[in-house]
């Protein structure tokens, strides 16, 4: 599985990467404030690539449930100066998250590849701007805008509605000269779900494979994992975002969007290892053996 994204072809055949999170925000709901001066982004980007990182994803705009939005010149200001840097500092490829396609533009020419956009490439002009650059791009699912997200999401079939919407994102990119292989999927955990919705995403991980696109997964340090271990300590978030990234790349996931890079690209490399080795032995012939009582 290939995913194209302008220079960089990142195959993703064999084993799953990491997307390491670099929010130049105020207001994020994990890490807000840490990043927002341009040198102390940038040494936190580099060390998410020493710690593992493969692709480096900038935010200049919290998509928490009730953040405030930021306009494009903001947006634009708190991002460029990192990514100029970055792209001048490491081989990495850099996604640039936002549904902006002002701030996707100025986030290409400024050397980033990968345009993370949480509204799904609906807007004909984000599409329009991916499609000149040859951009890669993740299209992500969400059921309202992040003011309005988690007010009573509702879902007849939460799994069945993603993959159509997927299928209906396709159609349109393909109409707009974006190539499939320029495309990712992200499911939106938390983005417009609930608890169950999220749980019954995270069941059906192997099916949003169907498109023979790589499956983004952002879980990293959100709330569910809370409601779920009974911690409401941010802190406590690491291992059970780490025991997901286990458990989405076995089951597909071929990328993984996380704060934490270390752990959980420790964790993911232990999964394949462990599959790999599961390959070899159905691809070997075994010579059975039967004991025999006396």
Known sequence: MLWKARQHHIDLSERAIVMGVLNVTPDSFSDGGLWQEPASAIRHALELVEEGAEILDVGGESSR?????????????????????????TNVPISIDTAKPAVARA?????????????????????????????????????????????????????????????ETVTRCLASNIALEQ????????????????????????EFRSLERPVVLGVSRKSF???????????????????????????????????????????????????????????NTFIGYTSQSA
Not at 117 to 131: C, F, K, N, T, Y
Not at 192 to 197: A, I, N, Q
Not at 199 to 204: C, E, K, N, P
């Open 107 to 167: 986030a290409l020419q400024s050397g980033a590849s990968i345009v993370n956009d949480i509204s799904g490439l609906r807007h004909p002009e984000m599409r329009a701007v991916v499609a000149e650059f040859k951009a890669g791009a993740v299209c992500m699912h969400m059921q309202g805008s992040p003011s309005t997200m988690q007010n009573a999401p509702c879902y007849t079939d939460v799994a069945g509605e993603i993959q159509h919407f997927f299928a």
């Open 225 to 283: 994992l809370s409601k779920l271990t009974g911690s409401a300590d941010l802190e406590d978030r690491l291992w059970p975002t780490v025991a997901l990234s286990a458990y989405a790349r076995h089951h597909g996931a071929s990328v993984l969007r996380v704060h934490d890079v270390k752990a959980n690209s420790e964790a993911i490399r232990m999964i394949e290892a462990i599959m790999a080795f599961s390959k070899k032995r159905d691809d």
């Open 65 to 89: 449930p009730g953040a405030t939005p930021v306009d494009e010149t903001e947006e634009i200001r708190r991002v460029l100066p990192v990514i100029e840097a970055l792209n001048k500092s």
């Open 183 to 206: 495309l990712a999927f992200d499911p939106g955990i938390g983005f417009g779900k609930s608890l169950e919705h999220n749980l019954a995403i995270l069941q059906h991980i192997t």
